[in-house]
């Protein structure tokens, strides 16, 4: 339906156009049968738009009455030219007309305006003046004086034509607003200039006869009914006093091209006509001197316009929009000039890096507008906690930076860097409720002796931040070089780490786990070892965190995997250790995430051609406390494979009885650090037992760590626990030692001396 009124619509208007195109060249005739037409097609457009377009009465009548006003006006002008009754009578409904296309447009352009109110109106004034001035010059002025009508209705004219000025003026503010031009408006804008140019036209034959024929006017009368009906039927018409479709850019260009050629135009009929007058005179001053204000008016509202949105640019390019406080770019500058003042001010500036501490838990649990209402409490908190003189910014996220410049001692720095955490000591008023936060605090001061720019002292203040966060949160750290150092060896450490599989850097050592009652060498447990080419050796509790954290422990892990079980298999093709011997590979949590980790173990199985229960994979606490559900599902599919999984270190982490039970685990391994008391301390003794106890009861095997003496072996085979390792039985050693390892080993009467004692 919509489709088939458009489609009307749009053939109505070219219809229209085609026929007052065609009448210019017609007798009176068929222009008669033609102009009868197009009036037959506007009642129909009447009709269909109330019946199926149900158009909004207001808008209905008032394009009802416009159309009957222009009719009745048309007729007269072609049928009684030159009676002075109907001449009067034409003026008055012409009048009429311009005093109810103001009332009516005014109406619509308030629904459609939009947001840029002054300068459509500034424009649309332009427009208008330009016009009026044009129109006063050309035909106003010319028919005061040769006007072959009577005064009354050459009055009459004058002011219609004056309104329409007006009229003009409202047109263009509708052409500019913000609201999208629509089809119908089009329309009405081009039925009323069609209207507009007949007016014109008579008024330019009443300046001297009939100068321009009645064909014209004819068809501009088509051509306005045609566009009228047009409009009336267009779909959009609905939608003329709802400007919910709004222009996504606002009409620059139109308004500039229309509001130049407003402006060119009258300046170039002034200067290529004279005055005739002393009141001619007048207006032209009149006029010129409003367009000069208006065209002044606008240039100044412009240029301010301009200035406040690039000032609005700069100031959301350097402030934090959440809090209002400058961004990382502007405290750099800050920092910068305090930074340039110092050595003339003997200051030495200090720069606080503040990091709320687990803010992404507040952020994960509550969400992102509580994390919001933190962020702009924990704003309003730094500001007044610091001095007048310090400034307070936020850099990203949960990362806020002080900056004092008048600072020239480290006390003061380390006094303001308290303030700042004693500003975390009361709640904050958030939302959800009161909360307590704590932060971290990094303090660099620029040392009056080295030369530092604003990014060095700002990463001084983060490196020492990182290191109050390591040293438990909630705390202040004070930068110095030496941080710098370590974090310099980390990167070195890091980048060498992805280097070092491919350059065979890495390499497994293997320390036995034996049954002591048996005396029997029942696996071993594979530990990874990195000699560098240049030399070093890192230990694995420096690169195995380094590895966890860059991901690299994913390849490494894997390699690791089939290394031992090849090793294992060659010992037990070799004979160096019995059938069912297992090994025990050491598996971090970012392994058990990688959702290739159970096809990497099976298929090293396969290569190795070890049984999957030959394979113990050893897994921390942390890991079924942290992202435990993730983890589950990895364990419960190596499970099914039938590798078996053991709980290393086990005691020192925070694991419950509930997830003891929840995982499935077939082994413990009591954590070296009991071990290593278990002969000294009672407390650990009960406790060790309370470990035996609950492993037995869940059917759970239980080796014990970091055995290094007989005594500690004793007390545990007393208690038990008969599985062990520790340096006391054989520290880690090359795969090639191995053999003569295990045979050492497994001579029971060395056992029993050792456990007898
Ligand atoms: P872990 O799995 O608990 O390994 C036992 C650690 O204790 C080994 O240290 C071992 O050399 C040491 N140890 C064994 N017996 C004794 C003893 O009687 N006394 C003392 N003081 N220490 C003993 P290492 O080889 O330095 O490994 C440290 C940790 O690094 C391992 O602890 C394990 O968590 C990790 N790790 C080692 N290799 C790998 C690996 O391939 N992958 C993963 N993800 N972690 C590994
Ligand atoms: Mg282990
Ligand atoms: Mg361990």
Redesign the pocket.
Known sequence: MRRALTILSWTLFGTGLGLALFHLFLDSGPAELATLGSAIGLAVAFVLSAVLLRVTPTVWCGAAIVAALVVAQHLISVRRPNDLDWSITGQVLSLFLQIFLIVSLGLVVRRRLGSDTRGVFGDSLIVGLGVWLVVWVTLLQPSIDQSTETSLVNGLRGTSLALSIIVLFLLAILLFSDSMNTASVIFIFLAIAFQFSADVLRSYNARGGSIIGINILHSLFIAFICTVSAAILHPSIRSLLKPDQQRQLPALMTRLITTTVSLVVPVLVLAITDSKDATDRLIRTISVVVLAIAVTTRVIQSVRANAVAQSTLLHNASMDSLTGLPNRTLMLEHISKALNLSSSNNAQPTVLFIDIDRFKNINDSLGHSAGDDVLSAVAKRLTNAVPANALVGRISGDEFVVLDASTNTTTQSVLLAEKVLDAFREPLAVRPGDMFVSASVGVATAPNDIPLSAEDLLRNADTAMYRAKDAGRNCIALFDESMLERITQRLTVETALYRALERKELH??H?PIVDVELGLVIGF?????WDRLDGGTV???EF?PIA?ETGT?VP??SW?ILDALTHLRHWIDSGACGLHATMS????PR?LHDPNFVSIVSEALARSGIAPHQLWL?I?ESVMVTEPEQALVALKRLVALGVRIAI??FGTGYSSLSLLQRFPIQRI?ID?AFVNEIVSNRDTQSLVRTIIAMGQALNLELVA????NALQLRALVEMNCTKA????IS??VPVGAIPSTVVALQDLPTWNRLIQG
Request: net charge negative; glycine share 8%; aromatic share 2%.
């Open positions: 497994l050592v320390q447990e594979a530990l990874m070892r230990p694995p509790a195995i966890e422990i490494i892990g690791a590979v050491n598996v971090s392994q050893e921390t290393d270190d391994k070296r760590e970091g055995v290094e390792q520790g340096f006391l520290h880690p």
